[in-house]
């Protein structure tokens, strides 16, 4: 394979900066490996900055490595359409929208993908007490890696909402808890590549269970009857192309007796070392090299 010049965008400002900076240093790792010339590139929140550098690395491609707002959310996607840069992932406005919970949740259940009932209130509105019957969950409209989800369940004291970093007028998202097993899939194009059920010792698949070593436990294939892996599979490709997702992504469901409900699509999977979608790539035969090469030919620019 010709050499390409692939600039690597991680770090960043959001929640995720850590986790960001594990998975762009693997990707650029494994880029090497496969005699990609690459440039990492820490983005400050300084635009002109950013732009600089990345005109500086002259890349072929950019590999977005950012997760959480401003990495995932379609606005770093939006500056590289105005620079004319093909990138990884999915486009600006599928990122936006799965970033987006409340309307990511419009988009499933108009393609007949179950959700869990949810109703949009101000964090005012969640102090002052319940907002759906217990138990349900709260999490912001916005964050991924389950970044200030709290679970509001039978009998339990109302979980402290100081630390959402929003003010009072903020909109969050309250959401009726489902019962039942975790499952994830992930899609590579038009492609699901295997269910991996997902248990934690936490009280649920937090930030700590998603990225601490021990944290959570994978099983992959998820022991799930044909039927319903199956099931699993094709929701997660139609979601995925329900939002105009490109490149790799992860869907995310609870499964509750036969019902598969979904709580999000992820458009940044995780390249950490206990990240799912190099799991599942691995488990279909595709190396983690193999899994960022795909990622680089599969870029797309919508300039």
Not at 49 to 68: E, R, S, W, Y
Not at 105 to 116: E, M, Q, T, W
Not at 186 to 195: E, F, M, N, Q, Y
Not at 280 to 287: C, D, I, L, P, T
Request: net charge negative; glycine share 8%.
């Amino acid at each position: 394979m010709t050499a390409k010049r692939i600039a690597v965008l991680m770090g960043g400002y959001s929640k995720e900066r850590e986790v960001s900076l594990v998975s762009g240093k693997a990707a650029s790792k494994a880029l090497r490996a496969r005699g990609f010339d690459v440039r990492e590139i820490d983005v400050p929140r300084d635009v002109s900055k950013l732009v600089t550098a990345i005109q500086a690395a002259q890349p072929d491609v950019v590999f977005n490595a950012l997760h959480g707002r401003f990495g995932e959310d379609g606005c770093i996607q939006g500056l590289l359409d105005i620079m004319a840069l093909p990138y990884t992932a999915s486009g600006r406005m599928a990122s936006a929208v799965a970033m987006d919970k409340p309307m990511a949740k419009r988009v499933f259940a108009s393609a007949g993908i179950p959700v869990a009932a949810e109703k949009v209130v101000t964090l005012r509105e969640a102090k002052r007490g319940d907002v759906l019957p217990r138990p349900y969950v709260l999490k912001p409209t916005n964050e991924g890696s389950s970044v200030g989800v709290k679970i509001v369940r039978a009998g339990s004291n109302h979980p402290p909402l100081d630390d959402l970093d929003l003010g009072d007028d903020d909109l969050i998202m309250a959401e009726a808890f489902i019962p039942g097993r975790e499952v994830t899939v992930a899609v590579l194009g038009d492609r699901a590549l295997a269910v991996t059920e997902i248990t934690t010792a936490n009280d649920f698949y937090d930030y700590d269970a998603k990225y601490s070593d021990g944290g959570s436990k994978h099983i992959l294939p998820a022991p799930l009857p044909a039927d319903i892996t199956k099931k699993a599979m094709e929701l997660s490709v139609l979601a995925h192309r329900a939002l105009g997702c490109r490149g790799a992504s992860r869907a995310d469901f609870r499964l509750d007796g036969d019902k598969l409900v979904i709580l999000e699509v992820n458009t940044q999977p995780g390249l950490t070392p206990t990240s799912l979608v190099p799991e599942q790539a691995a488990h279909v035969g595709m190396s983690f090299e193999d899994l960022v090469t795909w990622m680089v030919e599969a870029a797309q620019c919508d300039a």
